[in-house]
């Protein structure tokens, strides 16, 4: 006699796709696919294009300030006083404030927009509880060398060295029109500067942008390789929701007696039992001021429809043979449901010669 084991199913290799019950538990504890790289790349465009389109409105606001102060405060007798100090600091914040609001709300909202595109609605206090796992040193150890501590230590290496050659040659393509400042008015400088501020940092953007792909890439491969199963972890899983399959089934099992039982209870309640004679039997009560038509209080085949007749004789309910009724009504007609239309006339002649049995009628 040979035996046969599939040796997979006590492998611990991780190779069964995660079921949606573990994507919703990691997804609940806050381990989501994303990557910070694409929210950086994108703030940073967006914050440097909105600066571009906003250059004439933050330079005239800053120079109104300016402008004002050097009109307004230097011109006073008590500048160095509490009162005028507190209302040049005021006005200050408040320069500062409505110059750098509308930069900072886009790029929060473009923040929020690349985070719920990636993760989606989520809110969860998982991450927030504390975690003394994370203070075990030897497992601390192991996430300093892993594949994703070297990945991030490339990935960082990779954007110093493509960001500084951008920033280098850049610059010294520009270097020409930077010298040129020297003989330039405030303005014509501070233009210069902007311009070339804002040129430097889209070329930044874009690379970063590239790189953040590439790490979205990367994000989602260790995202699906950390859910992946084993074998053993699906069949727990499937217990855990399903229940275990000999318990299930010992549970049906025990429905059907307590159906079975129950259903025996009816029998000595019905008028009439119908037979074919030795395989179907089918119990049938009518109540004129109950039902509106005939109904099964109980129903059998071989040892079950053995029985039926048994309770029946006990009872001295009447027996009538009708192989094609009997079988018909079987198939058709559930326990505890009523015959159906098309029955009625086979059925009333079987119930009319039972009540002839019974001198009902």
């Known amino acids: 006699m040979e035996f046969v084991i599939n040796l997979q199913l006590f492998s611990e290799e991780k190779t069964e796709k995660p079921t949606q019950k573990k994507v919703r538990d990691s997804r609940e504890k806050g381990q989501v696919l994303q990557s910070r790289e694409i929210n950086s790349a994108f703030v940073l465009l967006v914050s440097f294009a909105t600066l571009y389109y906003l250059a004439s409105y933050i330079g005239n606001s800053i120079k109104g300030f300016t402008v ?113 400042t020297v003989a330039m008015e405030v303005d014509s400088i501070l233009i210069t500067i902007v311009h070339t501020s804002i040129n430097l940092a889209l070329r930044a953007g874009i690379a970063l942008l590239a790189i953040a792909i590439l790490d979205y890439m990367f994000q989602r491969y260790d995202y699906d390789k950390n859910l992946k199963m084993t074998k053993q972890e699906v069949k727990e899983e499937y217990k855990q929701s399903e229940g275990n399959p000999q318990i299930k089934s010992k549970i049906r099992e025990k429905q059907r007696q307590i159906a079975m039982r129950r259903m025996m209870q009816d029998v000595p309640k019905a008028d009439v039992i119908i037979t074919n004679p030795t395989h179907f039997a089918i119990a049938i009560k009518y109540d004129a001021h109950k039902f509106e038509a005939p109904k099964v209080v109980a129903k059998g085949m071989d040892l079950i429809a053995q029985n039926i007749k048994k309770i029946a004789k006990e009872n001295n309910i009447p027996v009538v043979e009708n192989k094609l009724l009997a079988r018909t009504l079987y198939d058709v007609v559930d326990i505890d449901g009523f015959v159906p239309p098309d029955l009625y006339e086979a059925v009333a002649e079987v119930l009319a010669y039972v009540y002839q049995l019974n001198n009902r009628i």
């Not at 404030?97 to 900072?104: A, E, H, K, L, S």
């Not at 927009?113 to 990636?118: E, H, T």
């Not at 998982?126 to 594949?147: H, M, V, W």
């Open 68 to 180: 004002y102060v050097f009109e307004n405060f230097l011109k006073l007798d008590y500048l160095f006083t509490i009162g005028a100090m507190n209302r040049l600091y005021l006005l200050g914040i408040y320069t500062i404030f409505r110059t750098v609001f509308p930069i900072g709300v886009i790029c929060l909202l473009v923040g929020l927009f690349c985070s719920y595109a990636q993760v989606g609605y989520l809110f969860t206090t998982k991450t927030l509880a504390p975690n003394f796992g994370k203070l075990n040193p030897i497992e601390g150890f192991k996430r300093l060398f892993s594949l994703k501590s070297l990945v991030e230590l490339v990935k960082s290496i990779i954007k110093i060295v493509i960001v500084g050659f951008l920033v280098f040659s850049y610059l010294m393509g520009q270097m020409n029109t930077l010298l040129s």
